[in-house]
């Protein structure tokens, strides 16, 4: 038995640690082919033939296709799904955002290097890999951008024909008017420009999917690395194949890290499911490491300025913020998702600000496409505002602690709608605040600072406040079973994508029902049984899937009370309390046990019609749309900087993090310092790069690409605050899976900063590699000799 | 990878005879790079002659004023040899820190110094202490080994036996990963420094050389500023931020010897 908040251990990690994980590149299929996909070497260039015959002859090559078939066999191209997300937004001028299909393989034009314009299937990888060698693309290389600032110019190559400006979006939300009074009347104006970098999600298990389309009934399967299976059902059933979902099956076993890159529908995987209808064969991808970094969705890649109006003493009045966001070549599964809704979401972050507006556009360039990566927008958002604050402390003499103190939006005023309209359901922000400085022993950083200045070292300490807004798609489903064989299953359209998944809801289900935890077991990944579900992304997992899950359990309870009512011969439920894991009549003590009703209820023991019957139950939810779970945090960072080669160390860490209720507080701390280490990756190494003149991607390995490493992270102490549970939902749980990428970039920067404070440097953007921050310190030593 | 027909000889002789044989073979040691190379088929070879089975490679020994050390020592091999940390601790603080572990335990120091790749930790040190490296045909002084970028004075066939390292009086590398290593080295009066992430390849610094024969000590640098154009300017650093870590390095490398002899 366990209860609540206890950090069991988890419960899959035997499975996946013993290497008995089933991951989709395990799956094998019997008589199953291999697809290698052949792939733009130019960022922008018109077709002008591919000769496929000389690939054809080569050994094991079963099929050498292009865009030219797929279109003759008239399946349809994924669409960007945004409006699930956006609703009813549009463009300043009112035109609806412009967001084409995302071409499965073009036959005209390749719009970014790696984008797919034909695929060898063969009886091995090897021998695919070698045939493709011989696949004769003619292309007419076009004028390319790679960067959205340069794409907004006039004049700029047009991505797509139909935009010439490259837009597809323009968004504002606010009230301008507001912000320019406040403006007005202030005594301070402070402003910044930031760039969150570029980055990948470098997942582990590389994007992998096996197509079948069964010969006896045509009936397709596809096994897929994801973050859901139904979603990316409901991608191929309405806008590649126009069939039922039903129709479909979409299998998604082990995923071994997604981040949000997993979570849409890509152009291999509509082609495994292409190729093996049109073959008869299973065919299956495998992503290898260089077609991670061309065509895993990237993320980031948000440009903003930002001002901020502050009164005499430092309260802060208004905020204005303008985002260009790079989208890549195609509108990706999102669309313009982050640059309208997911950046501006918590823009204001902690801060009462009594007026904001914001306005961004987000931009087509030839380059691979950008989707949500771990807070999506949101960590973008932190960066710009943290800095901001920070930068605004500074010239205004205070302590960057104290202007945040004096900003924070108070407990008593939750529910809390923003300036740009998002409703924060609860916190505690203050308390939040003082556990952080306390846990990072703030009082203590200038004795350590000058310490280190003894060493000839600059120290530097930065503190990030942040708001992680949870949920994502507002509805999700889920089925609750109970056996005579006294097991509890639980179905769920969640994917446990290295999320702890398998202990964190036999967990909710022991706490509730007062079953052993080993009596549960949780279901998922396959839609044969996992009938809808929004799959896992912006930590809704807990909040979406565990309230389901509850209100399934309610339901249990209820029939349960009802049919130990029926057997104690009593009309009054009232008499009967459902107490650790059995019905008990309050007048004489009698009671059932859980699974003792099951039986009941099964044999049908002369009860009426309504409660015989399998103990099942499924429900939808739609959470409301009106009030955000939002779950915040502090952290606190101290660097290092060696003034001779500008190397940066990050030395101490500290995250307290609001979460509402835990379930589980391992996997919660787990979730964090996994966050901050991808946090503290792209505040000091990590970047996509692509060559400007040639619109080659310049880091295509590890080599190029530096990822953090065991040895650059420091011991990350962890706190969590569960002060606030959450009202939204009967867990009172909030999201957990982000907030450490959410606060990590803005504390590294404002630590960095901090360090760097005595060069006259204000501000800087990531990542903080050693000859940026080096040449930043000659840059202004230079200015002041 | 492509198609390719794999040797595996015991002897040297084997080697360098199943090499001469080939149309277009290339030798395997560790493979940190040509097993990628071959992954991401940028190489194409007719043959690979493994060599890894050959037991004449290997061992560490002191010979004469030297440490012999085998072609296929691992990086790993090399940094927990007590014999190499009495004797040259700087050789096996050199090994410690190239790549990771699982790079170490593979990597091999033939196969390193074969490669010559300009950001090469092995070079610099070859290079820095005056290396011999002995081929089954010859011996090559590392003054005229390094030619150029992934470019050594080994002809066709010729397979590296084993690398004689001069024990020095002291030495140290400092080492900027992915930027610039710098090796420095007394022998006896004489000093060398090699620096690597230059280009073409790691090379010598004569003028410094001299200048800390004379005053060994980090006043020595004062007048020296390393060029520019000698550095590669690539995604990872500018040519002239190289400059500036290759003056921090020797600084650090001097101080450090100046300390340990002091001592």
């Given at each position: 038995?366990?209860a ?26 019997e ?7 052949v ?8 077709i002008v ?33 945004h ?40 009886t ?47 968004f ?54 994801s ?32 981040f ?7 152009t291999?995987?509509?082609?495994v ?7 008869g064969?299973p065919?299956?991808?495998?992503a ?55 950046h ?35 960590p ?20 960057p ?5 004096r ?12 300036a ?27 004795q ?31 089925a ?47 839609t ?38 029926h057997?104690f ?42 409660l ?5 139950f ?19 960072c ?41 946090g ?40 969590d ?57 000659q ?7 | ?25 290339l ?5 940190q790079?040509l ?10 070879p007719?043959d690979?002659?493994?060599v ?15 440490l012999s ?16 940390r009495?004797?040259l ?49 010859r ?18 066939g ?30 006896g ?19 410094l ?7 060994f ?10 060029a ?32 340990s002899?002091?001592?």
């Open positions: 038995m366990t609540r908040g206890e950090s069991v251990l988890r419960l899959e990690d035997e499975r996946l640690l013993r290497g008995a994980g089933c991951f989709t590149a395990d799956i094998r299929l008589n199953e082919l291999r697809m290698f996909v792939r733009s070497p130019h960022a922008a260039a018109r033939s591919i000769e496929t015959a000389d690939a054809v002859r080569r050994p094991g090559v079963v099929a050498v296709l292009t865009g030219c078939d797929y279109q003759e066999d008239g399946w349809g191209h994924p669409t960007s799904r409006k699930d997300f956006l609703g009813p937004r549009r463009n300043v001028d009112g035109s609806e955002f412009f967001a084409p299909p995302n071409v499965v393989l073009p036959v005209d034009r390749v719009r970014h290097v790696g984008d797919a314009v034909a695929i060898v299937v063969a091995s990888l090897n021998a695919a890999r070698d045939a493709a060698d011989h696949v004769r693309v003619a292309y007419e290389p076009l004028p390319h951008v790679t960067s959205a600032v340069d794409a907004l110019r006039a004049g700029a190559p047009a991505v797509w024909d139909e935009r010439a400006d490259n837009l597809c979006a323009d504002a939300t606010g009230d301008e008017a507001a912000v320019t009074a406040a403006f007005a009347r202030a005594a301070h104006v402070v402003d910044i420009e930031v760039e969150s970098q570029r980055v990948t999600a470098a997942s582990i298990e590389p994007r992998a999917a096996v197509g079948h389309c069964d010969p006896r009934d045509g009936r397709m399967t596809l096994y897929v690395t973050q859901g299976a139904d979603r990316l059902r409901r991608v191929l059933a309405e806008d590649v194949l126009r069939v039922e979902a039903e129709q479909l099956r979409v299998v998604t076993r082990d995923v071994g890290g997604s949000g890159m997993k979570a849409g529908m890509y291999e995987y509509v082609l499911l292409w190729a093996a209808k049109r073959i064969r065919v299956k991808w495998v290898g490491r260089s077609e991670s970094f061309v065509s895993d969705t990237h993320g980031r890649d948000i440009r903003s300025r930002a001002e901020l109006a502050l009164d005499a003493d430092g309260r802060m009045l208004a905020l204005r913020v303008e985002s260009i966001a790079n989208l890549g070549a195609y509108p990706g599964p999102r669309g313009p998702m982050i640059g309208v809704f997911a501006p979401l918590v823009m204001t972050g902690q801060y009462d600000i009594g007026a904001a507006s914001y306005r961004g556009k987000v931009v087509y360039t030839n380059t691979n496409s950008v989707s949500p990566y771990r807070g999506s927008g949101q973008e958002a932190a960066l710009l505002l943290e800095r901001l604050v920070d930068k605004a402390a500074r010239r205004l003499g205070l302590a602690l104290e202007l945040r103190r900003n924070l939006v108070p407990a008593s005023r939750f529910p809390y709608t923003t740009l309209g998002t409703t924060y359901d609860s916190g505690d922000y203050a308390a939040v605040l003082d556990k952080a400085a306390r846990l990072a022993d703030l009082d203590g950083f200038e350590r600072r000058r310490e280190a200045e003894s060493r000839g070292v600059l120290r530097g300490i930065g503190i990030a406040a942040f708001v992680e807004v949870s949920g994502g798609v507002p509805v999700e489903w889920g609750l079973r109970i056996g005579t064989d006294r097991r509890v299953e639980v179905t769920t359209g969640i994917q446990n994508i290295g999320t702890g998944h398998e202990t964190t809801f036999p967990q909710i289900v022991a706490e509730r029902l007062g079953v052993p935890v080993s009596c549960v077991t949780i279901r998922y990944g396959d044969q049984f996992v009938k809808k579900g929004a799959g896992t992304h912006a930590s809704r997992s807990t909040l979406m899937a565990g309230t389901v899950l509850s209100r399934n359990m309610d339901a249990a309870i209820l029939r349960g009370t009802r049919i130990a009512a057997t011969g009593t009309s009054d439920e009232a008499k009967i309390r459902f107490l650790g894991s059995r019905f008990v009549s309050i007048d004489d003590g009698r009671s059932l046990d859980l699974f003792e009703v099951v039986q009941r209820a099964e044999s049908g023991a002369d009860l009426p019609d309504e015989r019957g399998p103990f099942q499924e429900n939808d939810y739609l959470r409301n749309l009106e009030i955000q779970t939002a779950s915040n945090g502090c952290q606190v101290e660097v290092e900087i060696d003034p001779e080669t500008g190397r940066v160390t990050v030395v101490r860490f500290s995250a307290v993090d609001a979460v509402g209720r835990v379930i589980n507080h391992a996997i919660v701390h787990g979730q964090v310092r996994g966050g901050v280490a991808q503290i990756g792209q505040a000091l190494f990590e970047r996509i790069v692509y060559d400007t003149a040639s619109g080659q991607l310049l880091t295509g390995s590890f080599l190029d690409y530096r990822l953090p490493r065991a040895a650059d992270l420091p011991p990350i102490a962890i706190d605050h569960e002060d606030a549970p959450s009202a939204t939902n009967p867990l009172g749980v909030k999201g957990a899976g982000e907030g450490g990428a959410i606060g990590a970039p803005g504390a590294v920067a404002n630590a960095v900063l901090d360090a760097l404070s005595a060069y006259g440097i204000e501000h800087l953007d990531p990542p903080y590699t050693p000859e940026r921050v080096w040449q930043a310190m840059t202004t030593h230079d200015r002041s000799a | 990878m492509h198609e390719f027909r794999l040797h595996r000889p015991a002897t040297v002789d084997e080697a360098v005879a199943a090499h001469g044989r080939a149309q277009d073979p030798y395997l040691a560790g493979g790079t097993i990628p190379s071959l992954k991401l088929r940028l190489a194409r007719s690979v002659v493994d890894t089975s050959i037991a004449a490679l290997k061992g560490i020994k002191v010979q004469g004023a030297s050390i085998g072609a296929l020592e691992t990086h790993a091999d090399v940094a927990d040899s007590a014999l190499v009495d004797r601790p700087a050789l096996a603080s050199m090994a410690v820190r190239i790549g990771d572990q699982m790079v170490r335990n593979r990597g091999t120091l033939g196969g390193a110094i074969a490669n010559n790749d300009p950001i090469g930790d092995y070079p610099a040190a070859a290079l820095g202490l005056g290396a011999t490296i002995r081929t089954e045909r011996s090559i002084p590392a003054d005229e080994f390094f030619l150029g970028a992934f470019t050594s004075a080994l002809e066709r010729e397979l590296i036996v084993s690398v004689d390292f001069p024990v020095a009086d002291a030495a140290e590398y400092v080492k900027f990963s992915q930027h610039v290593g710098v090796f420095v080295a007394r022998l009066r004489r000093v060398r420094v090699a620096v690597t992430g230059g280009t073409p390849c790691v090379q010598r610094i004569p003028a050389e001299r200048a800390l024969e004379k005053h000590d980090e006043n020595a640098l004062a007048d020296w500023a390393p520019e154009a000698a550095f590669a300017s690539n995604l990872h650093a500018s040519a002239a931020y190289r400059a500036e870590l290759a003056r921090v390095g020797v600084r650090r490398a001097v101080r450090s010897i100046a300390a002899l002091a001592r």
